[in-house]
């Protein structure tokens, strides 16, 4: 009974204990200054992606192929400059020839994707591709190679931003900043990435290209709590 009362005991004691140390807690009087930081960055896109289809009749014309049609597409891709190792059949599904019905026949056709580094690149493929009598082609979406690099110096760039405001701010009463207490990222849609087509109107006889690409935006905010000497 003994042992029993005595388990009690200290069990209430570190009951009372916690509650203590939790009210001194809540009654921390030191004084503090909440802010937040911001930072963002536009990048241009470096990885701009083009989906090519190649279709071809049901006929016994070799030139019209679907290989004929693709060895033609690398050559003259070869010609612009750009990289060939940067054409590739856009999916696993692509490796299957797919077959649509038209009132004309049986159509085959194969999706290609092709990477390009700028507009200038983008504007002599569409120009090649015109000359080839290729008219199934659209920018599907547009990419950073570097973007992790981006993000990582807007977030120190937003940390930054929040010492600073909080730095100002105390000066202007003559308090001086202490360490952090408490920091967190905000989610305010940091990373807005661009899959919009530049516009593109591919004609018989004429290429009309217009390649102002939107820019990829990077930002991001940060609360910041500091103690304050």
């Not at 090649?128 to 973007?147: G, H, Q, V, Y």
């Amino acid at each position: 009974m003994k042992n029993t009362f005595l388990s009690l005991a200290i069990l209430f004691s570190y009951v009372l204990s916690a509650q203590n140390d939790l009210v001194f807690k809540e009654k921390d009087t030191r004084p503090f200054i909440e802010v937040i930081g911001t930072a963002e960055k536009e990048v241009m896109p470096d990885r701009i992606y083009i989906a090519i289809t190649l279709t071809e009749k049901s006929t016994n014309d070799k030139d019209d192929s679907i290989q004929k049609q693709e060895e033609n597409l690398r050559k003259g891709l070869a010609e612009t400059g750009v990289d060939l190792k940067e054409l590739f059949l856009s999916d696993a599904v692509s490796e299957i020839t797919t077959y649509k019905k038209r009132e004309t026949g049986i159509k085959l056709s194969r999706e290609y994707t092709l990477i390009v580094k700028n507009a200038d690149e983008v504007k002599k493929v569409f120009k090649k591709l015109s000359d080839m009598n290729i008219k199934e082609a659209i920018i599907s979406k547009t990419e950073s190679s570097e973007i992790e690099k981006y993000r990582k110096e807007v977030r120190i760039a937003a940390i930054k931003a929040a010492k600073e405001k909080a730095t100002y701010l105390l000066q202007a009463i003559g308090e001086e900043l202490d360490k952090p207490l408490e920091i967190k990222e905000l989610d305010l849609n940091s990373f807005r990435f661009s899959n919009t087509s530049s516009n593109m109107i591919i004609k018989k006889d004429n290429v009309n290209v217009e390649t102002n690409f939107e820019k990829i935006l990077v930002r991001f905010s940060y609360y910041i709590k500091y103690s304050v000497k």
